[in-house]
């Protein structure tokens, strides 16, 4: 009977463990999901980091090679280029992984570091699209008059980013919310699906200042720009419109490339937030967040090489003439090697179509009504 009983006991406590470990996404795959799933979601993976890698390793790159490209305004377009890296160098090869064998197998402390990682330079790339629309704003719109936009007020952005984002995405490390395991298995992420009032509050709080306040920067500096473009160009040749026409096309792709990387992100983390017990399929609770991670490819092609000068030093770079010689001078420029364009960027360049005071009513510098009309230089920063 004894040995009938710590033979049952045995199957038991074996039972137990299997049922223990079942859906234990850090000892093995989730039953009721298909291998499939995690292998495309592996190969998904696989190819949205290697672009990604690629691409803002080229961006970084490129800035290091020609000093020319080193210039104020191209500071946050290389922050943002880093922070896209750094969300692919962990967050990518982590979750292409862990997907690749269907569970976190690296266990708790790398769920925590993925988690805080990808969101807190998610949030880093996130804001470096804010502070790029005010620099923007700033360059063209004048809001301080005479003041221009100078390396220690770049800096000044750069610090703002870095530490505002620590702010809003160190918490769940302390005990406000926790990184946790998502619902898929694979990958980490704030706890949405806490019914902890503290927590709520962390997600309410972070949904507005790393979603709502940036988006509400966006728009307000690039509408301000827009009404400004829109105000000097009105009544002229539909040729003295290109400027307008232009920053209008690229303002567009900007804020639907801003929408559809992170909306859905933020929309389903304000759902399961305020419906935590919602019941969703764990594949399309991941959906979100690994489309989220896809901002990492398409920002580069955006902000970078549709930019005419790190578009210029790319084709000089791999047509292998190497690097501008110093001995470059420009007549504009009292500094060799260095032109007007290097100097303020291209949306400079765009302002320079734009007559001195406009023809808006309102001329006060804060609601650009002022602009310096600077020279075009013919060679430019990568001249070929």
């Known amino acids: 009977m004894d040995t009938l009983s710590l033979s049952v006991n045995a199957v038991s406590y074996t039972v137990a463990a299997e049922l223990s470990t079942a859906d234990d996404p850090f000892n093995g795959p989730i039953k009721n999901i298909a291998p499939w799933n995690f292998t495309i979601l592996a190969v998904l993976m696989f190819v949205v980091t290697s672009l990604s890698l690629s691409e803002n390793f080229l961006v970084m790159f490129v800035t290091f090679k020609y000093k020319q490209l080193r210039q104020p305004l191209n500071y946050i377009i290389v922050n943002l280029a880093i922070a896209d890296f750094l969300v692919s160098l962990i967050g990518g090869v982590i979750s292409f992984l862990t997907n690749a064998k269907g569970y976190f197998f690296l266990g708790k402390w790398a769920c925590v570091l993925e988690g805080f990682a990808v969101t807190y330079f998610g949030i880093v790339a996130l804001w470096s699209l ?6 923007r704003f700033f360059v063209i719109c004048r809001p301080l008059g005479n003041i221009r936009l100078q390396g220690k007020h770049a800096i000044l952005g750069l610090l703002f980013v870095w530490t505002f984002s620590f702010i809003c995405t160190f918490p769940p490390v302390l005990g406000w919310n ?10 980490c992420e704030p706890d949405w699906y806490s019914t902890n009032m503290v927590d709520h509050s962390y997600i309410i709080t972070f949904f507005a200042t790393c979603f709502i306040l940036p988006l509400g920067v966006i728009f307000f500096c690039y509408g301000k720009l827009l009404r400004k473009l829109r ?21 567009v792709v900007m804020i639907v490339a801003f929408m559809v990387g992170w909306t859905p992100y933020a929309a389903f983390s304000i759902l399961v937030t305020a419906h935590p017990t919602i019941k969703l399929d764990p594949r399309m609770a991941s959906i979100p967040a690994f489309f989220s991670k896809t901002a990492a490819v398409y920002n580069p092609i955006i902000y970078v090489f549709m930019n005419k000068q790190f578009r210029k030093c790319l084709i000089q770079l791999f047509n292998g003439t190497g690097t501008i010689p110093d001995s470059n001078l420009n007549p504009t420029s009292e500094r060799p090697g260095i032109t007007v364009e290097s100097q303020t960027g291209e949306m400079s360049a765009i302002a320079t179509h734009i007559p001195l005071g406009g023809t808006g009513s309102d001329d006060s510098p804060t609601h650009c009504g002022s602009f310096v009309h600077l020279p075009i230089p013919e060679n430019k920063v990568c001249p070929m």
């Open 130 to 135: 804010a502070v790029l629309s005010f620099e």
């Open 178 to 187: 926790r990184y946790t395991i998502s619902k898929i298995g694979t990958t």
């Open 231 to 251: 105000e000097v160009s009105h009544g002229r040749l539909a040729s003295a419109r290109k400027p307008e026409k232009q920053v209008t096309r690229m303002v």
